[in-house]
């Protein structure tokens, strides 16, 4: 048997499955948080005064790489979602200034969803956590009005259906956050992709997604030349250490649906990470769909 959950991890757990998300101040250092903009700045050319959203990023720059397992971060997933995990999904988003008469009728209005694609027509509701997504925010967001990203309250536990693209209801409210933050939000959230920014700032934030190693990758995920870069952890994290077991005399069963504990280096020694899993998420958070 492994270590009890802290206090610290319990608090962490309940006030998730509570408002569905987590905020980490400083999850970034300030010389992080300009590394990434510079990056970023020069995969997209450096003030080309367009919404940008480009995805498949941790390959693209080394700059990236060390998003996978930030140590902020990293252990709250494993706290949420078990050890037999992955990063199956990233990208970044650049959203300029779109001037004053924009507040209401922004271009491409809020883009309002929840992450999972098909997932949300495949699985009845209520569906399971899933996935996690998190958001590094690299620009100050304390002001209003600067293109922060909206979250529609208790929408992770109803099920209610989007808003259309230009509504915002009573119940959503904007992320204020500082650079620097991550936030940690459940992928039933009914979130805005970009709202008006009528500042004189450009928003910068980077999105990465852990899921279960069993479920496939939203991108292309095209991280193969990093292999020699990264620890046995990064390479569990970007699957580039699948193997095959023989379970009960059957060669060739995938380490992503039998993992041991040396295919999840993440768990280290404690095997009850591995027996987490989902049946841990929480269907206590979960109530009637409405609409």
């Known amino acids: ?11 962490d757990r309940e006030l998730f499955d509570e408002q569905g998300y987590l905020a980490v101040p400083d999850a970034l250092s300030p010389s992080q948080v300009s590394s990434l903009i510079a990056a970023i700045d020069g995969l997209t050319g450096n003030g080309t005064g367009r919404l940008q959203n480009v995805a498949d990023i941790i390959g693209r720059h080394d700059a990236f790489l060390p998003l996978v397992d930030l140590p902020g971060v990293l252990p709250r997933i494993r706290n949420l979602l078990g050890s037999n995990i992955w990063l199956n999904h990233s990208h970044f988003n650049v959203n300029p200034p779109t001037g004053p008469d ?51 309250r208790n929408s992770h536990k109803t099920g209610e259906r989007k808003p259309g693209p230009f509504e915002i209801p009573e119940t959503a409210f904007p992320l204020n956050v500082k650079p620097g933050t991550a936030v940690l939000f459940d992928r039933r959230m009914l979130h805005s992709i970009r709202s008006a920014n009528v500042s004189d700032v450009t928003r910068y934030v980077i999105f990465i997604q852990y899921a279960f190693r069993w479920m496939a990758a939203v991108d292309a995920m095209t991280v193969g030349h990093l292999r020699k870069k990264c620890s046995s952890v990064r390479r569990q994290l970007l699957n580039l250490n699948t193997s095959y077991n023989n379970i009960d005399g059957a060669e060739g069963r995938s380490a992503l649906y039998h993992p041991t504990p040396g295919d999840v280096p993440l768990g280290g020694d404690q095997p009850h990470w591995l027996k987490r899993g989902i049946r841990s998420l929480g269907r206590r958070v979960l109530g009637p769909r409405s609409g």
């Open 102 to 152: 924009a507040i209401e009728h922004h271009p491409n209005g809020y883009g309002w969803h929840r992450d999972g694609g098909a997932i949300n027509k495949d699985v009845p509701w209520p569906a399971p956590l899933l996935s996690i997504k998190i958001g590094l925010y690299l620009t100050d967001l304390s002001e209003p009005r600067r293109g922060q990203t909206y979250f529609i």
């Open 1 to 11: 048997m492994g270590e009890p959950a802290t206090n610290a991890e319990a608090d």
